[in-house]
């Protein structure tokens, strides 16, 4: 089991960028594929980034060309860059380990989360 600790969000306008960073402790984490993932009032828990072991990445449509999402196994880190926010963008941000790269099942580690807000 990792704990993770999210930072780096903060209140942008539409049109700027943001880089979000997970710090990963208390497992291995470089035997995992992990993901960020965000959550906006009202709606469901989505993924928006996920990178595998060897660094394989997967985006969704919705952010394929504006995020990217790096690791660093010697410092169990994980990042997210985020480049041409919109209002659509904002949501509390959280990072985790994958159970299975194919079906992007999250484990059950979610952190505290840091809010990205995104003004017009």
């Known amino acids: 089991q990792l704990q993770l600790t999210e930072s780096g969000g903060s209140l942008v306008q539409a049109g700027g960028s943001l880089n979000l960073s997970c710090v990963a402790s208390?497992?291995?984490?470089?035997?995992?594929?992990m993901a960020w993932f965000r959550q906006a009032p009202g709606k469901e828990r989505e993924l928006v980034a996920a990178?595998?072991?060897?660094?394989?990445?997967y985006y969704p449509e919705s952010t394929k060309g504006r995020f990217t999402i790096s690791r660093d196994n010697a410092k169990n880190t994980v990042t997210l860059q985020m480049n041409a926010l919109s209002i659509e963008d904002t949501a509390v941000y959280y990072c985790?380990?994958?159970?299975?790269?194919?079906?992007?099942?999250?484990?059950?580690?979610w952190g505290q989360g840091t809010q990205v807000t995104v003004s017009s």
């Open positions: 985790n380990g994958l159970r299975n790269w194919g079906s992007r099942e999250p484990y059950d580690w």
């Open positions: 990178v595998a072991w060897n660094t394989i990445r």
């Open positions: 208390g497992g291995t984490f470089s035997g995992y594929p």
